[in-house]
Every structure is written in structure tokens, then in C-alpha cells.
């Protein structure tokens, strides 16, 4: 019942800024995390940033700097701002939903990936 959509991937050159955008449908409680992960060719998943229902923020050290998460609460979207984009942001980026609240505390949903591509 509960989905992840992405969008906003896509091929962008070096320096370019691109925006994902991930929006929830289903049936989820208010306290949660929300956020992105990314994996290239060849390496393992990592985390990039999340945000939580509170507003509190936490970032990969790669990232740090050139990258915004963000969330609409009323709509339960996480949007995710990459600027200054480099080659080694290619990757595979996924939406992220972590539950939080005492009843449903640890339930995980992902979204099915959307495609970042930076050229040199």
C-alpha cells in the first residue's frame, strides 16, 4: 500500500545542479526519516542525506556543501537539491522512508532508484 516515487533523475554535466523529488502514497505515521541513498557501478549503497519530521538534517561528507535535502510534511515528499554536481555523483539514487513512531518503529520503504548521470 505504501509507495516511493522518484523523479527528477537524469544526465547533467559537471557543475550542473539537478533536483529528485520522491512522493509517498499510502498510509504512514508522522514521525519518520526520510532521505536518499545512491549506488554506483560496482560500489555499495551509501547514504546521502536524510531529514527528519522534525526538520533535523544529516549528510555524507561527499555531499556536504553542494547538496539540500528537504520535506514537505503535508505531502510527504522529500526532495533532494544537488548543485555543483561532480562525475563521481553518478549513481543510482534511491528515496528512503524509515518509520519512527513506537508502533511501527524500523518499517523501511523504497523507491526504485532513479538514475543521476554526471558527464565530464
Known amino acids: 500500500q505504501v509507495q516511493l516515487v522518484e523523479s527528477g533523475g537524469g544526465l547533467v554535466q559537471a557543475g550542473g545542479s539537478l533536483r529528485l523529488s520522491c512522493a509517498v502514497s499510502?498510509?504512514?505515521?508522522?514521525?519518520?526519516?526520510m532521505g536518499w541513498y545512491r549506488q554506483a557501478p560496482g560500489k555499495q549503497r551509501e547514504l546521502v542525506a536524510t531529514?527528519?519530521?522534525?526538520?533535523?538534517?544529516n549528510y555524507a561528507n561527499s555531499v556536504k556543501g553542494r547538496f539540500t535535502i528537504a520535506r514537505d510534511n503535508a505531502k510527504t515528499t522529500v526532495y533532494l537539491q544537488m548543485n555543483s554536481l561532480e562525475p563521481e555523483d553518478t549513481a543510482v539514487y534511491y528515496c528512503?522512508?524509515?518509520?519512527?513512531?513506537?508502533?511501527?518503529?524500523?518499517?523501511?520503504?523504497w523507491g526504485k532508484g532513479t538514475l543521476v548521470t554526471v558527464s565530464t
Open positions: 528512503n522512508l524509515r518509520e519512527m513512531s513506537p508502533s511501527r518503529y524500523g518499517m523501511t520503504y
Open positions: 499510502g498510509s504512514i505515521f508522522s514521525i519518520n526519516v
Open positions: 531529514i527528519t519530521s522534525g526538520g533535523s538534517t
